[in-house]
């Protein structure tokens, strides 16, 4: 069989991988949005369309969790004829439904914009295939339609001799590992996806669970050459940001969060302090319809988080609902927030501050010296979240120097990824002289030839690094 990376190669984004076996079925493992290409080379593309391979010769696609560069391109893979079924869990679908329909939303908003210059357009721009992918809802509806929802550790027949089986991963609510078992010429070959690898004791999440014996692995690095700077619980590091800004001065504390995961993972643990006794009587504003929305699926899927989880809905009745805490509806209202002179915490999207309400939240408080701006997740170069976290001490806002006053701290508690330690402990449940290949995806190239260089100091020197078009007969 042959296995064919087509994204998150030597890049973190746009996961994408393409195996096919002896007897011509073809499965593609994740369908995710590239948000790093910068420029589409139409050579690599077949006829005209957005995918280097026919989508209509792929039988089935596998998500191995929600996250928009790991499924956001699948509406454009029914557009070019995919006809076949897309495996996921069923925590997984429900916030890929969340996930795929607020990227139509976004699309829709963009082509009516595009519309109204159209007479103004160059024949260049028009060609422009970004704009092909802008898919709309009832695309989104067609995907989903398409979706069968699997158990985890429950063995799956994809077609004759081929088997798939989730192993929860950690990373996310429903995310998996994948699998696979492929029986070719009387021998079966196991091969398993890390997709996104979680972090050991999670607010909200299970642990990670070891893959079983596989005979290649193809492994995420995100964190490939790093360690978590965690010093205490979530609880801890929260309650000292919040004693800093809000109790010793009469300050605001603003933290930009995804809305599906990181934001729940927030408001849990400020439920937690508040159940506690900890939290001060402030106002808490989560600015995120979205995160509202993804509130209620984690609330369904109650009995798939972790025991502590389990528990504390049990007492509580929610997870996420709590005395102080407003859930911000309207733009007006969240424009309303600046009026508010108390102290107070708001919680609002987008976590890399590109896009969403968070970034009228950040822009109007970067100069009060009051405020602390508290990262607590990834931001990729080119955001103002990355130029934040990495010490600028003024930035360009609508073409003005803007000079920083607010604090501006991290905390990596709420990370989503398994670190190096992480990463090293997943790979040591194999067997080195068994393991015919470890394929690094999933990472910025420098993190994962550090990975790579690790894992061989680790006993497993046959890792490779794939670049992105790169096959393998496995
Ligand atoms: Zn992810």
Known sequence: MKLTFWGASRQVTGSMYLLETKDDYRILIDCGMDMERKDINPEDYVGGGLFPFEAS??????????????TGFLPNLLREGFEGKIYCTHATLDLTKLILEDSASLNQHRLKKLQ?????????????????????HKQVTETLEMCVCVNFAQRIKLAKGVHLTFVPAGHLLGAGHLYIEVEEEGKTKRIGFSGDLGRYDSPLLNDPEEMPEVDYLICESTYGSRYHKTKGTPEDEVLEVIKSTCVDVPGRLIVPAFSIGRTQAMLYTLHKLQKQGHLPPIRIFSDSPLALKSNLIYQKHHKSLNTEAQEFMKTHGTLFDFENLVQVESDKQSKAISNYHEPCIIVSSSGMIQGGRIEHHVRTNLQNSHATILMIGFSSE??????????????????????????????????????????????????????????????????????????????????EVPKRGQSFEL
Not at 57 to 70: E, K, R
Not at 390 to 416: H, L, M, P, Q, W
């Open 116 to 136: 109204k210059k159209d007479k103004k357009r160059t024949e260049l721009q028009k060609k422009d295939s970004r704009l092909k992918e802008l898919y709309v």
């Open 382 to 463: 080119g955001t103002l979240g990355y130029e934040l976290a990495n010490g600028k001490t003024s930035v360009e806002i609508n073409k003005k120097e803007v000079e920083i006053r607010a604090r501006i701290t991290s905390i990596d508690v709420f990370s989503g990824h398994a670190d190096l330690n992480g990463l090293l402990k997943f790979v040591k449940a194999q067997k080195s002289e068994k393991l015919q290949k470890i394929f690094i995806v999933h990472g910025e190239y420098n993190n994962m030839l550090a990975y790579q260089q690790h894992l061989a100091e680790a006993g497993y020197p046959q890792a």
């Open 57 to 70: 010769m792929v039988n089935a696609v596998i998500l191995t969790h929600a996250h928009l560069d790991h």
